[in-house]
């Protein structure tokens, strides 16, 4: 079956922008969960949607959003650009209950 | 908040053993364990739950310490395939109500297998 899609693959974008990404999940898995990944900071959770409702979220200024749609498809949105956003973005599904995650390629977002 | 993974980097020969270490300040509900090779995705190994028995597939395995709020990744027999960055995600009780998720992750643990 196929994984999960994210697109694009990369990004560049300049400062003061914003951006959208796209994740499709796996067919039947209505968790989605979006995470940054940096070299620094590791893996960090940014949120997570189920049923099209954002379930929980992370540390992250209000720059950073998202949203479900009916279909399990998720986008996350990053306005106001900051260098700082350069990062491996990456989004992950799972069924529902104590499953583990399935992650997409990740869209690499470069800031210049 | 984010739990400690030991050691930070690993070098291996083929055949050898390794044991990763994750470590939280605060009440585990779950673990997960995943590998990352350079420039792909996080692959999923295996969840460890509260309660729950050791697991484990071919030759990796982990367990999961209640008291001491750790889990354990047991790599046996390496191979070169093992080689990537190892990561553990934890999910405390405050963020499993429901269906509530949020994973906290470690740093990595980078291990290489060398022929």
């Known amino acids: 079956k196929a994984g999960v899609t994210q697109t694009p693959r990369y990004l560049i974008k300049t400062r003061g922008q914003q951006v959208t990404l796209s994740c499709s999940p796996i067919s039947g898995h209505r968790s989605v969960s979006w995470y940054q990944q940096t070299p620094g900071q590791g893996l960090q959770f940014l949120f997570e949607y189920f049923s099209e409702t954002?379930?929980?979220?992370?540390?992250?200024?209000?720059?950073?959003?998202?949203?479900?749609?009916?279909?399990?498809?998720?986008?996350?949105?990053?306005?106001?650009?900051e260098l700082g956003d350069s990062a491996l973005y990456l989004c992950a599904s799972s069924l529902v209950g104590n499953y583990g995650y399935t992650f997409g390629s990740g869209t690499r977002l470069t800031v210049v | 908040q984010?739990?400690?993974?030991?050691?930070?980097?690993?070098?291996?020969?083929?055949g050898e053993d390794a044991v990763i270490n994750c470590s939280s300040s605060k009440a585990l509900?779950?673990?997960?364990?995943?590998?990352?090779?350079?420039?792909?995705?996080?692959?999923?190994?295996?969840?460890?739950?509260?309660?729950?028995e050791q697991k484990g597939h071919d030759k990796i395995s982990a367990s999961f310490n209640e008291k001491k709020q750790q889990s354990s990744l047991y790599?046996?027999?390496?191979?070169?395939?093992?080689?990537?960055?190892?990561?553990?995600?934890?999910e405390h009780r405050a963020f499993c109500a429901g269906n509530n998720r949020k994973l906290i992750w470690g740093l990595g643990t980078s291990l290489a297998v060398n022929p």
Do not use: D
């Open chain 1, 54 to 81: 954002q379930r929980n979220k992370g540390n992250f200024p209000g720059r950073f959003s998202g949203r479900q749609f009916s279909n399990s498809r998720s986008e996350m949105n990053v306005s106001t650009l």
């Open chain 2, 29 to 52: 509900y779950s673990v997960h364990w995943y590998r990352q090779k350079h420039g792909e995705a996080p692959v999923f190994l295996m969840i460890l739950l509260k309660g729950g």
């Open chain 2, 2 to 14: 984010q739990p400690v993974q030991s050691p930070q980097a690993v070098i291996l020969r083929e």
């Open chain 2, 75 to 90: 790599l046996t027999a390496s191979q070169l395939s093992y080689s990537g960055t190892y990561f553990c995600g934890t």
